[in-house]
């Protein structure tokens, strides 16, 4: 893994689009399947990427939508009582284990980490020494992996989850006792599987440093990921609220 | 969003591949993959076509043994009713015009040297002819494919015991389309970025190609349906399976509860509508692109009002969110809501009328070449309309609840869904051939299919809608024993007949198509004398799509019959045009 000075701040460092209108610079490697010989500049790939991101959190936000409409709609359906046979609820509240609000400390922290991991990278790829860009500041020269603390606490909150999924268990609360439990797992579970993702991309961040790929290829991956994490960790504040108070 | 220009140093992401599995197989060049797309949507359409042919002579001949498949039940009936229609919807309608002509065509239009994410583009072809793969397993597992319709409806999908197929069959066949999703998401994802990132220089988003805006619009449809589809089948795969019961209420089967309770199959409805709408123009647009396209092309002129048709795309794709309850009367909901469901269904007329006059706006006074991308063009504004013109019946809660479980529906959504859009693919394959394969089809086969495909379609389709007047309800699997319904029954003949025929046409299709693969005579680069920019490189197109340089755009790309032109046609990358129109 490689590691990075700490404490870096970046004011959006701009890259050059070439000398005064002339085509920017072709850079080797990257591109999305690695092997190119001629490749677009830093600046376009940076931006296909994210606008590539961008588009690809559409449908994950459209897929939770989905899911919050069907919790909505579920919530205030009535069943019938076979031994009554009157029309009853039978939303049981879950009491949400406080390990969650745990592991949500530990992917905030994360997302935090993950943005110092960002700018770092950012910085590498002007090609300068960091003190010499306007808007970047240098605390001390102490290198601190913070891809690798990312990824740790990455995997930290998703074994936080799969303890909350026990704890649930144990309180005997499973997919499907109650609507509502079925979708404590649903949501939890889809967002571990998309936090996932995120986990395999800091893990090909990792390998792109260790193969010592270029620095530009290396800071498109570390900074679409950063984005998606970020995203990751506001979408599960959402869906904590969500299951904490419209439950 | 910008456009740019990339010039030499961006000709392509990736070198062009020398191996057999690297440039035929796992290819990352998006001309490939377009083919790829193209080929899989032909063999899937074959088994569609057959298994309606199947429908075809059981509604008629019921009680005939067919060879090696014997008796046909009416629980096999069904699975044939659902597996021709996920399959039709699915792997051929959502394939062919957006998978396939999208994917070759778009980054050559707007002068792009490949999308955006070649990776990606490859891994969406081959997750959705997963998708096609894991579909048809569904027929040889224990139970066979299931009979829930191509609607899926809950509870009768949601439960394992609710019938033959209903077990790993029907697994299989939500597993399919959850893998189709995440196939065709790719491709959206691809599709947007490359339209907003790629342009060349000078391709303003009001000089692309109404094909490219219509692709462009697709895709974002896709974009906001298929995860919602996606979400529907997850929750549909744990109610089956972990015993949830988001869409399973308190029902028994055979006298005996089945544990679930309290779920509502309405929500099952409502999230699979609210993506099967959509679905309907995500099949249609591109077809509508393509014919626009090619209506200006063979008439010689500017495509009649151009910015119109930009927005009426936009307005149907808009429209096509908003409308999902109109699928919903039968099962129930409040006369308001079903009410502002109407007024907005018959709403999308208005951009759909707004298309077809400016059709008729570009035919009008042109000098029109009947060549056979032509003729199929023309073909599909007369399947769109005729069509359409019972979408403003069905939109009607108190007619639709008439309509709805009787063959009118079915003829009407395989005229203006079904048909239309196979014909849209039909004028592109004929239109695109040259460039693609570098050969002319055969002209005269061509005709023949073209009046065997359209004279078969209407025998087929239009007396379907009066037998659903006459209340023949569709899904029965057998009704010559139904009294009221025999004066129906030489009816039925005469449109199974009419399907034998009309499947048989395809035929001289296939035919054509692979004999000019090989044998065809040579094309030049630019037969139709088109305007766009994949008739400004060599045919058929070199992998960097532009041979080294990269067109700079100067024109709309529906200059004909310019007033001091050198020629009837401007080039998108000619010099300027100054005196037009």
């Known amino acids: 893994m490689a590691s990075f000075s700490t404490t870096a701040t970046v004011d959006d460092p701009r890259i050059s689009l070439g000398d005064g209108g002339v085509l920017p610079p072709v850079r080797a490697g990257g591109g999305d399947d690695g092997s190119s010989p001629r490749l677009p500049d830093y600046t376009t790939r940076l931006r296909r990427a994210r606008l590539g991101l961008l588009v690809a959190l559409t449908p994950v936000i459209m897929l939770f939508v989905s899911f919050s409409s069907a919790y909505v709609v579920r919530q205030g359906l009535p069943t019938l009582d076979p031994r009554t046979n009157q029309l009853v609820l039978d939303w049981i509240p879950v009491t949400l284990p406080k390990l969650l609000l745990i592991n949500t400390g530990v992917l905030i922290l994360s997302s935090l980490f993950m943005e110092l991991a960002r700018r770092q990278v950012k910085v590498q790829v002007t090609g300068v020494a960091p003190e010499t860009v306007p808007g970047v500041s240098i605390g001390d020269q102490v290198r601190i992996p913070w891809l690798a ?99 | 969003m910008a456009t740019h220009d990339f010039a030499a140093q961006e000709l392509h992401a990736h070198a062009a591949p020398q191996g057999f599995i690297r440039k035929w197989v796992f290819s990352l060049d998006h001309k490939v993959i377009g083919l790829q797309y193209y080929f899989l949507a032909l063999a899937a359409v074959f088994v569609g076509m057959f298994l309606s042919l199947l429908m075809r002579i059981h509604l008629i001949w019921p009680t005939a043994a067919l060879p090696l498949l014997g008796d046909i039940k009416p629980e096999t009936y069904l699975t044939l009713v659902t597996m021709h229609g996920t399959i039709m919807v699915f792997f051929v309608l959502t394939t062919a015009p957006q998978g396939g002509f999208g994917n070759y065509f778009l980054p050559i239009q707007i002068g792009a040297p490949d999308m955006a994410f070649p990776v990606l583009n490859m891994l969406s072809f081959w997750t959705t002819f997963l998708g096609f793969v894991v579909m048809i397993a569904a027929f040889f597992v224990a139970g066979g494919a299931p009979l829930h319709g191509w609607t899926g409806y809950a509870p009768l999908s949601a439960l394992q015991s609710a019938g033959p197929g209903e077990g790993l069959g029907a697994d299989l066949w939500i597993i399919s389309i959850a893998i189709f999703c995440i196939g065709a998401l790719m491709g959206a994802l691809n599709f947007i970025t490359t339209t907003l990132d790629m342009r060349a220089k000078g391709m303003t988003m009001m000089r692309m190609p109404l094909t490219v805006w219509a692709w462009f619009v697709t895709a974002i449809l896709g974009l906001l349906a298929f995860g919602v589809l996606l979400s529907a089948g997850i929750l549909l795969l744990m109610d089956r399976n972990l015993g949830t019961s988001f869409f399973v209420p308190l029902v028994t089967i055979n006298g005996q509860l089945t544990g679930h309770k309290g779920g509502s199959p309405l929500l099952w409805q409502h999230l699979f509508w609210f993506f099967g709408h959509p679905e309907v123009y995500i099949a249609i647009l591109p077809a509508m692109g393509m014919c626009s396209q090619l209506l200006s092309v063979f008439s010689r002129k500017p495509i009649f009002g151009y910015k119109a048709m930009v927005y009426a795309i936009l307005g149907i794709g808009f429209l096509g969110f908003m409308v999902w309850g109109h699928h919903m009367f039968m099962s129930g909901m409040s006369p308001y809501t079903a009410f502002a469901f109407s007024i907005m269904t018959m709403g999308i007329g208005v951009p759909s009328a707004i298309k077809t006059f400016n059709w008729l706006g570009t035919l009008w006074g042109g000098r029109i070449r009947f060549a056979s991308p032509m003729l199929f063009a023309i073909g599909f504004v007369s399947l769109f309309v005729s069509g359409g013109i019972s979408g403003p019946f069905l939109a009607q809660p108190v007619l639709d609840i008439q309509l709805h479980d009787t063959a009118f529906v079915p ?126 490189t060599a045919t058929p197109p070199p992998h960097d799509n532009f041979g080294g340089h990269t067109p700079v755009v100067h024109n709309g790309p529906y200059e004909y019959n310019v007033p001091g032109a050198p020629r009837d046609y401007v080039m998108q990358n000619d010099p300027e045009i100054k005196a037009a129109h």
């Open chain 2, 411 to 536: 003829a009407h959504f395989h005229l203006i869904m079904g048909v239309a859009s196979i014909f849209g693919i039909f004028a592109a394959t004929y239109y695109w051939f040259p460039k693609m394969f570098g050969r002319m089809m055969n002209e005269s086969l061509a005709r023949w299919h073209f009046f065997i495909s359209l004279i078969g379609t209407y025998a087929v389709f239009m007396p379907m809608h009066y037998a659903g007047m006459a209340g023949q309800p569709r899904r029965y699997s057998q009704f010559t024993e139904v009294h009221y319904l025999a004066g129906l029954i030489p009816l039925n003949k005469f449109i199974t007949f009419a399907a034998f025929v009309t499947i048989a046409g395809q035929l001289i299709f296939v035919v054509n198509l692979f004999w000019s693969v090989f044998k065809g005579p040579k094309a030049s680069d630019n037969p139709w004398e088109a305007t766009t920019l994949e008739w400004t």
């Open chain 1, 149 to 247: 603390m990312t990824l740790l606490l990455g995997l930290v909150f998703l074994f936080g989850q799969w303890t909350a999924w026990r704890q649930l268990g144990a309180n005997g609360f499973y997919v499907a006792t109650t609507p509502s439990s079925s979708f404590v797992y649903l949501l939890t579970g889809t967002h571990a599987v998309h936090l996932m993702g995120g986990v395999l991309a800091l893990f090909v961040a990792g390998i792109a440093a260790l193969w010592r790929r270029s620095v530009a290829t290396r800071s498109i991956v570390v900074d679409v990921t950063a984005w998606y994490w970020h995203f990751m960790a506001g979408l599960w504040i959402y869906i904590l609220c969500l299951l904490e108070f419209a439950g």
